[in-house]
T-cell receptor, first 117, second 114 residues
């Protein structure tokens, strides 16, 4: 079946550079989530979208992080002026097909490993 | 804020033994509790989940129990096999109308020795 796609697989940036990550949710899914998994394995919720609208951005460090989900385009997560502590794997997930019964499962993409040097 | 605590952080068992991982959550409105298995370098995969109107759920060698009063839920793996070795994450969510923001525990690294 369909899967959540994320690009690139790996991204290396010097401290202070910009990083942009992309996510293509499963077609027809209403919700998109971004999570950050740091080296100690912990997942941190960053932001969620309902279609192209921000639903919950309580986890976002807003001064440097921004995200969008525009119609007919992959969703994106952008980090301006990266810092060493931004090094992590960033996972995108999507859920809930429109027009179908309630679905509990969240489907994760393969992740983008960001290394800030 | 919402918080999920998970124990132990590492667990080592012999093949064929049982493994138990425990989680507690802070948000009493949480109503959905999935468990994910993550192998090295891979995405998390849902292995079992439970909703707040159910106390126990079983799927072959895997079972999950939920105690809403204590805000506590556990994963039980019986007859462990080497391929069960991975990091396991619990999560809690206030599921509503298809929306499902997950708050994860810190993970348990399970090693099953042949």
């Amino acid at each position: 079946g369909e899967e959540v796609a994320q690009t690139p697989k790996h991204l290396v940036r010097g401290e202070g550079q910009k990083a942009k990550l992309y996510c293509a949710p499963i077609k027809g899914h209403s919700y998109v989530f971004w999570y950050q998994q740091v080296l100690k394995n912990e997942f941190k919720f960053l932001i969620s979208f309902q279609n192209e609208n921000v639903f919950d951005e309580t986890g976002m460090p807003k001064e440097r992080f921004s995200a969008k989900c525009l119609p007919n385009s992959p969703c994106s997560l952008e980090i301006q002026a990266t810092k060493l502590e931004d090094s992590a794997v960033y996972f995108c997930a999507s859920s809930q097909s429109e027009g179908q019964g309630i679905s509990y499962e969240q489907y994760f993409g393969p992740g983008t490993r960001l290394t800030v040097t | 804020g919402e918080n999920v605590e998970q124990h132990p952080s590492t667990l080592s068992v012999q093949e064929g033994d049982s493994a138990v991982i425990k989680c507690t959550y802070s948000d009493s409105a949480s109503n959905y509790f999935p468990w994910y298995k993550q192998e090295l370098g891979k995405r998390p995969q849902l292995i079992i989940d439970i909703r707040s109107n159910v106390g126990e759920k079983k799927d072959q060698r895997i079972a999950v129990t939920l105690n809403k009063t204590a805000k506590h839920f556990s994963l039980h793996i019986t007859e462990t096999q080497p391929e069960d070795s991975a990091v396991y994450f619990c999560a809690a969510s206030r599921f509503s109308g298809g929306y499902n923001k997950l708050i994860f525990g810190a993970g348990t690294r399970l090693a099953v020795h042949p």
